[in-house]
């Protein structure tokens, strides 16, 4: 009689024995962030475009999860953008952020993410707007040329625990001695860097593998920072994938799935 086989197939009993068949393809969910765009002369960097498919989750910019890509055997491509670069899973590209000029720049140069702000000028004087980011708009700079903060990112739990990426940059101002500190805008949640202050602290770059927006400069002060590496983390169902190798980045286990995190470019291989 037919025995149960892996992953719902039947396996069957012939002339050379016991013969198992294992799925034709697999279906991962995804997470892809782009680099952060770098900051301008005052506006703050928009933080890369935010890809996601994971169930329940959203991706940048207010949409929906997208669907899970089916593959099969063979090498599929990874690319981690740097600071201003795509990052790329198989077909699925997310682009880099925006880069911030007075005002902020767009996340995921205007896909999969939010705007940046605008900047503001008073006597002169230049206050930079936030960068855009995977959850939120970056931050108009305001009274007294405070810059704009950088919009907020977006958490995901593909890897088992939730983690925030794409915030935008903050924007650069010129006088910060009304406010000090608080005269430049923050970077958004999710890795975003901070906007200079003229009259005291430079700017930030975005966080490392968040794709998080640089820091905007301040008028005719310190300059402005590069934004943030992005990241490819794939998953799948530990149990889908018996009778295949799968090899490629940084592999983990979270309940049922497994997870292959990629901080540089590499390749994910299905053998």
Do not use: K
Request: aromatic share 8%.
């Amino acid at each position: 009689m037919p025995l149960a086989g892996t992953f719902g197939s039947s396996s069957t009993r012939g002339f050379g024995g016991l013969r198992s068949f294992r799925n034709a393809n697999i279906s991962f969910e995804y997470l892809v962030v782009g680099g952060g765009g770098s900051g301008g002369y005052v506006g703050g960097g928009g933080a890369g475009g935010y890809r996601c498919s994971v169930s329940g989750e959203t991706s940048g910019g207010g949409a929906s999860a997208e669907s899970p890509l089916s593959l099969s055997g063979g090498t599929h491509t990874v690319t981690v953008g740097g600071a201003g670069s795509n990052s790329v899973f198989s077909t699925i590209t997310s682009n880099a952020g925006g880069s911030g000029g007075t005002g902020g720049g767009a996340a995921g140069s205007g896909s999969n993410g939010y705007g940046g702000g605008n900047h503001r000028i008073t006597g002169g004087e230049y206050a930079g707007g936030g960068g855009g980011g995977a959850a939120s708009s970056g931050g108009n700079a305001s009274f007294e040329n405070v810059g704009g903060n950088g919009g907020s990112g977006r958490a995901s739990s593909i890897n088992g625990s939730s983690v925030t990426r794409a915030g935008g940059g903050g924007g650069g101002c010129r006088n910060g001695d009304v406010y000090g500190a608080f005269s430049r805008g923050f970077g958004g949640s999710g890795g975003g860097g901070s906007g200079a202050w003229y009259t005291g602290q430079g700017s930030t770059a975005g966080s490392a593998n968040t794709g998080g927006g640089g820091g905007g400069g301040s008028h005719e002060g310190p300059g402005a920072s590069s934004g943030g590496s992005g990241i490819v983390i794939v998953r799948y169902l530990t149990s889908a994938a018996a009778g295949w190798s799968i090899t490629g980045g940084t592999i983990s286990t979270s309940g049922s799935y497994t997870i292959h995190t990629f901080t540089s470019s590499s390749s994910l291989v299905l053998s």
